[in-house]
């Protein structure tokens, strides 16, 4: 398929190199040039606006931070918007407002144009080793075109609906729940600690007991460790995801108390300067609390 690939940071990067291994024409675009670069020597065009990239494409795939960004690559001027062809498909693998996937979806419409929500979980490394899980919604025959795609970036995907917002639910309670179990293991962690147990002993208890995720020993691991840089998500992004999810829990009449706990515990790390530390870094809050020092 010929495909605009929006967005090549951390993420971007790997998932639009396997859609070249996959065969795809991808044709790519990131707001700093040279972070796209290194895709041109695996067969990728460069455009100068992502307008230039979607003019011809049968999907556009969008990689990116937040609202902002999102909003100003398919709206903006050279936007995708009015470039995109009809019937083609906007893939928006980003983490995003319910709102703006609503917004998104009205819109393509509109324009006879076809949009999947399609946010993933996984960090960098299972994007570069095509492990990633994807959670798509939006029209069944858009899905099926897309599924190509996909099954070139991910080892699995979860089909949640015809409303695309619904992914961004499904994506939003996800990152939630790894935020809480950040915290728990911070708090965990720390009471260890203040009583004597050495952090690598606890963390080798936890692994040998009912550590059975990937993401719950990986996080514990960085914790342990102290390994909170390179950031491969920031602790910035995490208080932004909060957000989110607390504006569709408001939305929908949902009490998320622990979600407003979580929040401010990473907008407290936000405003100590820690906001490009990995949201992992989230546990040096409760070990600071406890009086640790290191």
Request: charged residues 20%; proline residues 4%; contains cysteine.
């Amino acid at each position: 398929m010929k495909i605009a690939f929006l967005g090549t940071g951390h993420m971007g990067l790997p998932m639009a190199r396997n859609l070249l291994a996959a065969g795809h024409q991808v044709t790519t675009w990131n707001r700093t040039r040279a972070r796209a670069e290194p895709l041109a020597e695996h067969g990728a065009r460069i455009a100068e606006t992502p307008a230039e990239a979607a003019q011809d494409a049968e999907a556009a795939i969008t990689m990116l931070a937040d609202d902002e960004a999102v909003d100003e690559v398919v709206f903006g001027d050279a936007g995708i918007y009015e470039a995109l062809p009809q019937e083609a498909v906007h893939l928006s693998c980003s983490t995003i407002s319910v709102s703006l996937s609503q917004t998104l979806a009205e819109a393509h419409e509109l324009q006879r144009q076809r949009y999947v929500a399609a946010p993933v979980f996984g960090r960098p490394e299972a994007a570069q080793a095509r492990t990633l899980k994807v959670v798509a919604a939006g029209p069944a025959d858009a899905i099926e075109l897309c599924r190509p795609l996909l099954d070139a970036v991910a080892e699995r995907t979860f089909v949640v609906g015809e409303d695309p917002s619904h992914a961004n639910v499904v994506k939003l309670c996800g990152n939630f729940m790894i935020a809480s179990m950040i915290e728990t293991l911070g708090e965990t962690f720390a009471l260890a600690r203040k009583s004597g147990v050495v952090a690598a002993t606890f963390l080798d208890v936890l692994n040998g007991t009912f550590f059975g995720s990937p993401i719950f020993g990986g996080y514990a691991k960085r914790i342990a460790g102290g390994e909170f840089q390179p950031a491969a998500f920031t602790m910035a992004l995490g208080l932004k995801d909060l957000r989110l999810l607390l504006a569709a829990a408001e939305a929908a009449e949902v009490p998320m108390p622990a979600a407003s706990q979580v929040r401010d515990r990473l907008l407290t790390g936000v405003a100590l300067g820690r906001g490009q530390d990995d949201w992992s870094a989230a546990a040096l809050l409760a070990a600071e609390q406890a009086g640790l020092q290191d």
